[in-house]
C-alpha cells in the first residue's frame, strides 16, 4: 500500500514537472506614474504605456511599450531593457538651467525627500476621519471647546503631554497599574487624532465662511477641506513640525475639553486662563 501511494506521488511530481510553466512576468496595464519615488521596472516587467517618473529616478531593465519620462530624476536604461517610445529625460542639470532660482536651493532637495512623509500624513488623516465618522459628537465638542476657548486647550494640552511620562512611571511602580501604560498610550493617541479633526473642522469652517460668507459648510466637508490645508502646512520644508507639534497640543487638550463638563472650564476661566472666545459668524 505504501508502494503504491509512493509511486503515485512519484507520478504525480513528474506530471507536475512536465507541465508548460507560465511566464512570471509582471505587466502593468495603463502605464505608470510616480510622484517623490523613484520607480525600477525589472527584467521580467512590462509597462502596458507610458513611465513617467515625477521628482524620482526611473532604473528600466523590462519592456515598456509606451515612452520613459523623467522629470527632476535620472532616466536609467540597463543592457537589455526594451522601449518602444522615446526617453524623455528632465534632470536635476536641466531643472537647474530651467528655475536656477529654486532647484539650487536646498529646499528643492528638502521638498524631493517629502514623499513617505506624505504618505504617513494621508494614513493620518484617514484615521482622523475615521475618527470623525465613529465619534462625530464628541469630535463637534471638542471644535466646540477649540473655538471657544483656544487658550484653555492649548494649556491643558501642554499639561497633558507634561504628565504622559510621569502617570506611566506612577503606573510601572504600583506593578497592578502597569496593563494601564498601554491604555494611557492609547487615550493619548485617541486624543490627538480627536484633536487633529476638532482642528480640522475650525480650519475647514473658517476658510469656506471667508470664502462663501453666505454658506454653512457641513461637518463632513469642513473636515476634509481642514484636513488637507493642515496636511498640507504639515509636509513644508523646515516648519512642518512645528505646525504638527501646535496642532497636536491644541488638538489634545481640545479632546480632554471634550470630556470635561462646563462646570469646571467655567471654573478654570474665573481664574482668567484661556483668552477670550473666537468670534464666529452671525446666524
Not at 510553466?21 to 502593468?28: G, Q
Not at 496595464?29 to 513617467?52: M, P, Y
Not at 532637495?109 to 517629502?114: K, L, T
Not at 507639534?245 to 479632546?255: F, I, K
Amino acid at each position: 500500500m505504501i508502494a503504491r501511494l509512493l509511486a503515485g506521488l512519484a507520478l504525480a511530481i513528474l506530471a507536475f514537472a512536465a507541465m508548460p510553466r507560465v511566464a512570471s512576468a509582471d505587466i502593468l496595464d495603463h502605464g505608470k506614474t510616480v510622484f517623490f519615488h523613484n520607480v525600477t521596472i525589472g527584467s521580467d516587467e512590462t509597462v502596458d504605456g507610458d513611465l513617467t517618473v515625477v521628482f524620482g529616478d526611473a532604473r528600466v531593465a523590462g519592456h515598456v511599450q509606451g515612452d520613459v519620462n523623467t522629470i527632476f530624476g535620472k532616466c536609467i536604461i540597463e543592457d537589455g531593457a526594451q522601449i518602444d517610445g522615446h526617453a524623455n529625460c528632465i534632470t536635476d542639470d536641466g531643472a537647474r538651467a530651467l528655475a536656477p532660482w529654486f532647484v539650487n536651493s536646498a529646499a528643492f532637495d528638502a521638498f524631493r525627500n517629502q514623499d513617505k512623509h506624505l504618505l504617513v500624513r494621508f494614513g493620518a488623516s484617514a484615521i482622523v476621519l475615521l475618527v470623525f465618522l465613529l465619534f462625530p459628537v464628541r469630535m463637534r465638542i471638542a471644535h466646540d471647546r477649540l473655538e471657544r476657548h483656544p487658550g484653555l486647550a492649548a494649556l491643558v494640552g501642554a499639561i497633558a503631554v507634561l504628565a504622559i511620562v510621569p502617570v506611566a512611571i506612577i503606573l510601572a511602580i504600583t506593578i497592578v497599574g502597569i496593563p494601564l501604560i498601554v491604555l494611557e498610550f492609547a487615550a493619548v493617541f485617541v486624543g490627538i487624532w480627536l484633536g487633529t479633526g476638532a482642528v480640522a473642522l475650525l480650519v475647514g469652517r473658517r476658510l469656506t465662511e471667508l470664502i462663501m460668507p453666505s454658506h454653512t459648510p457641513s461637518p463632513l466637508w469642513a473636515l476634509i477641506l481642514g484636513l488637507v490645508i493642515v496636511s498640507a502646512a504639515e509636509t513644508v520644508p523646515y516648519i512642518g513640525w512645528a505646525v504638527t507639534a501646535l496642532v497636536w497640543l491644541v488638538g489634545l487638550g481640545a479632546s480632554i475639553l471634550a470630556f470635561l463638563g462646563s462646570a469646571p472650564i467655567a471654573a478654570i476661566r474665573r481664574v482668567g486662563i484661556g483668552g477670550p472666545p473666537m468670534p464666529t459668524r452671525p446666524a
